[in-house]
C-alpha cells in the first residue's frame, strides 16, 4: 500500500468521523431547546395492553395483564433536555374463576366450590429521570427510568356456589412493592404559546414490582395472592400540560 493511499483512507475515515460528529452536535442542538416550559403535568392512562415479561409462580390468575392504570406525573426540575419528574400511579384489577374456596386457609375448615372475584390494587409515589433524544419543536421522544414505592392491598368475593351465599375477603394485612420502569415517551404537542404547552403523549415502559406481597404473614387468614414478583411489558398514554 503506498503513501498516497493511505493518505486517501485515513482521509475517508476522518471524514466518516466528521460526519458523526456534526450528527451528534444537530442532536444536541435540537435537545437543546427540546421542552418548552420549565413545569410540566401530565396524566396518563391504561387499560389492558400489559403483556407478563416475568412473573412469579403463584401468579396462576395471571394479575396485571388488564389492569386499570392512572399515572400523575409532575416534572420538578429540567434543564430543557434532562428532566426529573415526581409519579403517583394506581393499578387496580380484578380477576375471576371458578375453584375450591376455604375460608380458613391451611385448615380442616370444610373447602367449597365458588366463583371467586379477587381484586388487587397499589398506589405508587416515585420518581422517573428522562433525556431526550430527539425533538424538532413540536415532536419530543426521550427515554428514562423510574422507581416508585407503593401501598396496596387485595379483597376476594367469594360466592358458595352450593349455598348460594356471598362473602368478602380483605386481606388480613397492607400490601406493599417496589415498583421500578425503564421506558421511551413521545410528545406531541398541539398548542403552544408563550405561556403553555399542551400536547398528548404516549408512553412504551417496561415495569413492574421485583418484590409486591403483603407486609406480614396471616397463617390462619386471606392476604391476597400468593404471587411476589412481576415484570411487565406495557402503554400509557394521556395528556401533558407545560407552563
Known amino acids: ?61 395471571g394479575f396485571y395483564k388488564v389492569p386499570i392504570i392512572f399515572n400523575l406525573r409532575y416534572q420538578v426540575a429540567t434543564d430543557y433536555l434532562n428532566a426529573l419528574s415526581m409519579t403517583i400511579e394506581h393499578v387496580n384489577e380484578e380477576r375471576s374463576r371458578q375453584g375450591l374456596w376455604n375460608d ?15 381484586r388487587l390494587y397499589i398506589t405508587t409515589l416515585g420518581l422517573e429521570g428522562i433525556l431526550t433524544l430527539l425533538s424538532d419543536g413540536t415532536f419530543r421522544l426521550g427515554a428514562g427510568l423510574g422507581v416508585a414505592y407503593g401501598l396496596g392491598g387485595a379483597v376476594a368475593t367469594v360466592e358458595n356456589i ?8 380483605e386481606s388480613c394485612d397492607t400490601w406493599n412493592g417496589f415498583e421500578v420502569s425503564a421506558f421511551t415517551r413521545a410528545r406531541y404537542t398541539v398548542y403552544r404559546n408563550d405561556d403553555i404547552d399542551i400536547g398528548i403523549n404516549a ?32 402503554y400509557l398514554a394521556g395528556i401533558s400540560f407545560g407552563f
Request: proline share 5%.
Open 1 to 61: 500500500m503506498n503513501v498516497q493511499s493511505v493518505v486517501f483512507q485515513n482521509t475517508g475515515i476522518g471524514i466518516r468521523i466528521f460526519r458523526y460528529f456534526i450528527f451528534f452536535a444537530l442532536c444536541l442542538a435540537s435537545g437543546a431547546n427540546a421542552q418548552h416550559t420549565k413545569r410540566d403535568i401530565s396524566v396518563q392512562f391504561a387499560y389492558g395492553g400489559q403483556v407478563p415479561v416475568m412473573t412469579a409462580e403463584g401468579n396462576v390468575q
Open 104 to 118: 380458613v386457609p391451611g385448615s380442616n375448615s370444610p373447602t367449597y366450590n365458588a366463583n371467586i372475584s379477587e
Open 162 to 169: 352450593a349455598a348460594d351465599k356471598t362473602k368478602v375477603f
Open 203 to 234: 408512553t412504551l415502559r417496561f415495569w413492574g414490582f421485583p418484590y409486591i406481597g403483603p407486609l406480614s404473614d396471616c397463617q390462619s387468614s386471606y392476604n391476597g395472592p400468593t404471587f411476589r414478583s412481576l415484570i411487565e411489558f406495557g
